[in-house]
């Protein structure tokens, strides 16, 4: 054995190289499929981002609806505030009646006493692949009293 050089290292050496040289059609499929699964994952994410931002619209609106309805009592005299009272009328974003509108907007007004009155206007919202009223809303309320100054 004396004299003789082994050649064992330099084969592994060189079956290693010629392994490491590209990727096996078995691998790519592997990597392309545990790509395809992060890209729907995050497809799926997104998708749960935007229905969520679209529902936190909607109830903004719907307050933004219901405040704008309470403006308005503030032009009415005090004894004219029955009139705003309504009952499940459609309208759109501004608030102004739709029939195709996504809101459905009721306002109760009720007497406390002879000079306080309490104003309550619900907003619903209307479900975006159902197309129905009645699941979610959105509720603004305020006490309105005469303040008539002197006799």
């Keep these: 054995m004396a004299g003789k050089i082994s050649v064992f290292p330099l084969q592994c050496a060189v079956a290693t190289a010629e392994r490491s040289r590209g990727l096996t059609l078995v ?3 592997v990597a392309l499929m545990i790509m395809g699964i992060a890209v729907v994952g995050l497809c799926s994410l997104v998708m749960l981002g935007r229905e969520s931002t679209d529902r936190a619209r909607d109830h903004y609106t719907a307050v933004h609806i219901g405040k704008n309805r309470l403006e308005l009592a503030r032009v009415f ?7 705003l009272a309504e009952s499940r009328v459609v309208v759109g974003v501004g608030g102004d009646p739709d029939s195709n509108g996504n809101y459905r907007r009721t306002t109760v007004v009720s007497n406390i006493t002879g000079s306080l009155k ?6 619903e919202i209307r479900d975006r692949v159902a197309r129905t009223f009645g699941s979610t809303s959105e509720r603004v309320q305020t ?3 005469d303040m008539k100054m002197g006799p």
């Design 27 to 29: 691998e790519t499929v």
């Design 77 to 83: 005299n005090f004894s004219e505030l029955n009139q």
């Design 143 to 145: 006490y309105i009293a």
């Design 118 to 123: 309490e104003l309550i206007i619900t907003v």
